[in-house]
């Protein structure tokens, strides 16, 4: 399969991030950026992931992902560094979902703002996975 590029437009759209480890702190500064609302949640987040918040709307949720998070969510990326935990929250999700540990499995990739070519935002490209079942 190939990948389709495509925009969304987020800005004030709730975007979820499960997991707070530097890994995925580039991504959260694109959301920002691109005037989402990211909701981070984590029992831990990484400096880099607090000190992002400073550029952009957004909160970190200090505690463990319930399927619940996903509801508002026009995207969700998911990097807990678990991945049995990332693969049961994604099947959980009816948004758009990346996985950081598991590119196989994603719905998209996360360009960084103004680049051209392979995404460098901390999750890669990879083909997009077969729907999922309702």
């Not at 925009?7 to 530097?22: Q, Y």
Request: proline share 7%; charged share 20%; glycine share 8%.
């Amino acid at each position: 399969m190939s990948n389709n590029p495509i925009e969304f437009h987020l800005r004030g759209r709730v975007v979820l991030i499960v997991g707070g480890d530097a890994a995925v702190a580039p991504a959260l500064r694109a959301l920002l950026g691109a005037g989402a609302f990211v909701r981070v949640v984590a029992e831990a987040a990484d400096e880099d992931v607090q000190d992002s918040f400073r550029s952009g709307c957004g909160i970190w949720e200090r505690r463990a992902f319930a399927p619940r998070d996903l509801h508002q969510a026009a995207l969700a990326i998911i990097a807990t560094g678990d991945s049995v935990r990332d693969l049961a929250a994604a099947r959980a999700a009816r948004v758009p979902v990346a996985l950081a540990a598991r590119p196989e499995l994603s719905d998209f990739a996360l360009a960084a703002p103004g680049a051209v070519g392979p995404a460098s935002s901390g999750l890669e490209r990879h083909p997009p996975r077969e729907a999922r079942s309702a």
